[in-house]
């Protein structure tokens, strides 16, 4: 069984809802990362996203635009980034690991090498923001040929159709999209979260993630209740923004937050 | 799976019902897109089979644009080249100045029709913002448009008419600061009001079915200027030159020809200082294929999929992608691509001017530039047809700049 399976039903048999923290790979750097993502399972993650640095992000909201850049002022590529999961992986073998990003990267490095790597370095999933089911049959064939899961997003806007579709090709979880909006954008409204669940449940069989628009623990305690993980992703990011020039108390931030995170969840 | 493609399916028969020229174009968007731009083909089918639409269409582009524009012979350049005769299809006499109200006029509509409230479009050299804060004005929509730092500092005058016209100008400050972050940052704004806005795209590019739509809008330029050459000489010119950035004005001019096998077509994009410098826009020419904007075409990108900046002396060819029905007729050969460097560009721009008293805007004067180059070649009995596709009064300051002048 896969990480990402595992984790979910273990989460399942403990009555816990997963928490999904998100940090853009190479922010501030990436031994940071690195330190970032350890103190993160400590804190009470459960899968770790870690976002793929790529110069267009046009899903993303200002605050991860600027991680993003940072990343890749660094020179950061597809290729560090799996060699930082590789790392992560010599000394944690059960967290999951998802890469966020865009298609583009993965195109330019080519589906097969991309997915063979990904595989020998320890990623469990991948959440390609702009490769809906339509334009994604090749990169999830190969992907699930490499025991790799592709994580598709669902909106506000799916309707039922979609919905049956993305059940059909779906693997790991599904990301619901809680928003009309990019990331970080505004806050939930959690009960059209939940009535959107609801509805979503009839169609999905798979665990759902929520995420967009969880700022802090009430909301991510609240969106608990319905959802099977939370995705918390520019809260944390805007942490690492603000004490950029502290990297030790970076971590310690962090790894508070998610705590804090994790707690209100139960 | 390209090849395949490429020998069965007929150039004016795509793209298929998902957007596809071959491998390229599609719909790479983010999930919450997906709904919206379903509605958006869903309305744009019905309503280009819809007579009314199409009447409303006609008398705006009649009225309003000021079409059809003229076939003009240009005769002293051709004479001064040596070669084949040269004619200009004056999109530049367009109200606006350029090609680009063809389709700002047919999306406005469609908004209209739609019930869209709110407008909003990425611009580069502000062409299109402008194309699209006039067609707001007139219908009396609220109109964003997003536009580049960088961009806003050199069209200072577009962006002053763009308020003018109305419209709420926001300057982009993430990533390059130019046009494919504006671009990027249309498209968040897009996800976040899609109830109430409609997204004009200003290029034969993004996600299906834009570059569809924006073809046949723009194919306008092409229907007219085949039916002016059979009128005026009794035959199809032999060749056909535009300029490329997106591609709007270069496919509106083609499309209409493509299953012409005699006439010969030339894509120009911006070689900028030279392709061997790297300093270019011309991802045809120098790029390979990768997904941007919603679409899968040729993209100017480094090594690890990075999308790369691009320079050209005229902003509006100043994009690293293109069209994704270009990246299929490269492919298949039936338009080949070229490139005209920022002083090869600019030299046409002087002669233009000088000897037939058109100043053409710089990104056109690309397409002048390749036109002389070919004409020289050929025989005086062929036949050159050149789309001008805007006048040049928004490069004043670009080219006083360039011979050292400030106004």
Known sequence: ?266 | MATSSVESSPVDQLPDERGHFGRYGGLFVPETLMHPLAELREAYLRYCQDPDFLRELDVDLRDYVGRPSPLYYAERLSREVGGAQIYLKREDLNHTGAHKVNNTVGQALLARRMGKTRIIAETGAGQHGVATATVAARLGLECVVYMGEVDMARQQANVYRMRLLGATVVPVTSGSKTLKDALNEAMRDWVTRIDDTFYIIGTVAGPHPYPLMVRNFQSVIGREAREQMLNRTGQLPNALVACVGGGSNAIGLFHPFLTDETVAMYGVEAGGLGIDTGHHAAPLTAGVPGVLHGNRTYLMQDAAGQIQETHSISAGLDYPGVGPEHAWLKDTGRVIYTTVTDDEALAAFHQLTRVEGIIPALESSHAVAYATQLAATLPRDQLILVNLSGRGDKDMHTVAQHDGLVL
Do not use: W
């Open chain 1, 1 to 266: 069984m896969s990480r990402i399976a595992t984790i979910f039903n273990q989460c399942r048999a403990n009555n816990r809802t997963a928490l999904i923290p998100f940090i853009t790979a190479g922010d501030p750097n990436l031994i940071v990362s690195l330190q970032l993502m350890h103190r993160l399972v400590e804190a009470g993650a459960d899968i770790i996203e870690l976002g793929v640095p790529f110069s267009d992000p046009m899903a993303d909201g200002p605050v991860i635009q600027r991680a993003t850049e940072r990343a890749l002022a660094q020179g950061v590529r597809l290729i560090d980034v799996l060699a930082l999961v590789k790392q992560f992986r010599a000394e944690n073998q059960h967290t999951p690991v998802v890469l966020m990003g865009y298609l583009n990267p993965i195109e330019c490095f080519g589906y097969a090498a991309f997915a063979d790597a990904a595989n020998q370095h320890g990623v469990d999933g991948v959440l390609i923001v702009d490769a809906p089911p339509e334009e994604s049959h090749e990169l999830v064939t190969t992907l699930r040929a490499n025991n790799i899961d592709l994580v598709y997003l669902l909106a506000p806007t799916s309707d039922i159709a979609r919905m049956e579709q993305i059940n059909a090709v779906a693997s790991g979880f599904v990301y619901y999209v809680s928003i009309k909006g990019v990331t970080g954008a505004a806050h939930l409204d959690v009960n059209e979260v939940a009535a959107q669940l609801a509805v979503i449940r009839q169609q999905i069989q798979l665990p759902l993630g929520v995420g967009f628009g969880i700022k802090d623990a009430a909301t991510a305690a609240a969106v608990g209740q319905y959802a099977d993980a939370v995705i918390v992703g520019s809260a944390i990011v805007s942490r690492i923004e603000t004490l950029a020039n502290d990297h030790a108390a970076m971590v310690n931030e962090v790894g508070a937050f998610v705590g804090e995170l994790r707690g209100a969840l139960g």
